[in-house]
């Protein structure tokens, strides 16, 4: 699991972080850690990467609302990202669209709420097979 946030989500990243290890996962913490500002593009892009690269089996990034981080790790060929600031909207994305990044708000979400959306994220496996073929689809887009 890779995981990244901007300035904003830094608190909320580092309890995921610990949060998702101690469910005995194992995380690639990407930050970041610093004060300064940092473009949500590019934190986006470095879990996007790794997911698309096969260096991770899933992605989490966290900014203020999450969207913006879904425009951007979108934006890299085989992810399929998504923003939920709720269970439902996790578990759907991953039951009907097979997402393999998640976004997440930190200005939105209370930690608890952001456990829970993880939670149900991470256990929520695909549903087959219209679903498939329905990404197939969208892989097709990519390739124009």
Do not use: C
Request: glycine share 10%; charged share 25%; net charge neutral.
């Amino acid at each position: 699991m890779a995981i990244a946030s901007d300035h904003t989500g830094i608190k909320l990243r580092q309890l995921l972080t610990t949060f998702l290890r101690g469910r005995g996962l194992a995380v690639d913490d990407l930050g970041t850690d610093g004060p300064d500002p940092v473009d949500y593009p590019d934190v986006a892009a470095s879990v996007a990467r790794a997911v698309a690269r096969g260096e991770a089996d899933a992605g989490i990034v966290i900014d203020g609302a999450g969207i913006g981080s879904a425009i951007a790790a979108n934006k890299i060929r085989g992810v399929r990202a998504v923003m939920a600031n709720t269970a439902t909207i996790a578990r759907y994305s991953r039951e009907h669209n097979g997402a393999n990044v998640l976004t997440l708000g930190a200005t939105l979400l209370s930690p608890d709420e952001a456990k829970a959306i993880v939670t149900t994220w991470l256990t929520t496996p695909m549903k087959e097979p219209r679903y498939i073929r329905r990404l197939a689809k969208i892989r097709d887009l990519e390739e124009g």
